[in-house]
């Protein structure tokens, strides 16, 4: 297998001579460290990158793959220990940053579907109080109807009259109409059906 072509790179150093000189000195180094040093330190530094990016390259042949991914990284980094477990650290806070930003995210299509359901639900309560309300209503007009209907009833059966039928006018959907049709056995007297002819 042939070794990926390297890019020719810029003359100088790859990073910053302050963030090495922080590194050296967070790692130890007693004063301001030497140009040299921060040289020979970014040399070591890119080549060691460059080095762990062809491995990394150079698994994802064997895997038929033109991408690199994560997961070659850390094959290439299996050997050494230390290394090794802190790209896994890394790799963990980066799932676990992730899922933070997930958590807490203020998209403007999650903002406006958020609330339109919102809406939604005020306008059913709504709804449903106006249901409420005009039920209650509903219940007292019928009873007051109702109330009427029977005082007329004991009116007329007090008087020996023929029971009023129930007018259509405010009945509930639910109750069942009187027909007005007479039965055969029907009569207003006092139960005897009359001669037979």
């Not at 990394?56 to 064997?62: G, H, L, R, S």
């Not at 799932?95 to 997930?102: G, L």
């Not at 007329?152 to 405010?170: D, H, I, P, V």
């Amino acid at each position: 297998m042939t070794e990926p072509r390297q890019r020719p790179r810029k003359t100088g150093s790859q990073f910053p001579p302050g963030e090495l000189a922080n590194y050296l000195y967070a790692f130890g180094d007693p004063g301001p460290p030497l140009a040299n040093t921060i040289e020979t330190l970014d040399a070591i530094v890119t080549d060691f990158i460059i080095e762990v990016c062809h491995s990394a390259a150079e698994c994802a042949t064997y895997s038929r793959r033109q991408k690199i991914k994560v997961d070659d990284f850390r094959w290439a980094l299996r050997k050494d220990s230390v290394k090794y477990s802190r790209a896994m650290e890394l790799i963990q806070k980066e799932k676990v940053m992730k899922e933070a930003r997930r958590a807490f995210n203020t998209d403007k299509e999650q903002a406006e579907t958020l609330k339109a359901e919102q809406r939604e639900e005020k306008a059913k309560q709504r709804l449903a109080a106006k249901k409420r309300k005009k039920g209650i209503e509903e219940e007292d007009e019928d009873e007051d109807e109702d109330d009427e209907e029977r005082e007329n009833e004991t009116e007329q059966t007090a008087q020996g009259g023929k029971k009023k039928r129930r007018s259509k006018k405010g009945r509930s959907s639910g109750e069942k109409q009187k027909s007005t049709r007479k039965s055969f056995f029907d009569d207003d007297s006092d139960g005897d059906p009359g001669p037979l002819e």
